[in-house]
């Protein structure tokens, strides 16, 4: 019974805020612009010195890996998967919500996040 209580309290929750993508990035048809480059050689990739980083405004690591290879679903259907994972740990200013319209303020962040 105690454990019903403790966990049915509202938890006060932090807001974190949204990292600011890098300006520019790859045009990507039919899907239009991405905030993002993808470091790498051969057709598609943005050779060697590209930016790995996909948000402004980071100090810490980043650690990046592209796979590629074949699932099948249920059916049997084959599809191709390519994955671009980046994982990121340090410190960025990022943006929050503040009021409505899209407006945003600054607010600083600490931990470790994945994009993929």
Same mark, same amino acid.
């Given at each position: 019974?105690?454990?019903?209580?403790?966990?049915?309290?509202?938890?006060?929750?932090?807001?974190?805020?949204?990292?600011?993508?890098?300006?520019?990035?790859?045009?990507?048809?039919?899907?239009?612009?991405?905030?993002?480059?993808?470091?790498?050689?051969?057709?598609?990739?943005? +050779?060697?010195?590209?930016?790995? /980083? +996909?948000?402004? /405004?980071? /100090?810490?690591?980043?650690?990046?890996?592209?796979?590629?290879?074949?699932?099948?679903?249920?059916?049997?259907?084959?599809?191709?998967?390519?994955?671009?994972?980046?994982?990121?740990?340090?410190?960025?200013?990022?943006?929050?919500?503040?009021?409505?319209?899209?407006?945003?303020?600054?607010?600083?962040?600490?931990?470790?996040?994945?994009?993929?």
């Amino acid at each position: 019974m105690q454990c019903v209580l403790v966990c049915s309290l509202p938890l006060r929750g932090q807001v974190q805020p949204v990292p600011v993508p890098v300006p520019g990035g790859d045009l990507i048809s039919p899907y239009g612009l991405f905030n993002q480059f993808f470091p790498g050689v051969g057709v598609g990739f943005d +050779g060697r010195n590209a930016e790995p /980083n +996909g948000i402004t /405004n980071f /100090n810490g690591r980043l650690a990046m890996g592209y796979t590629l290879g074949t699932a099948t679903d249920n059916a049997g259907t084959s599809y191709k998967v390519i994955t671009d994972i980046r994982v990121y740990q340090g410190d960025y200013v990022g943006g929050v919500a503040n009021g409505g319209a899209g407006r945003t303020k600054s607010a600083r962040a600490h931990g470790t996040f994945v994009e993929i």
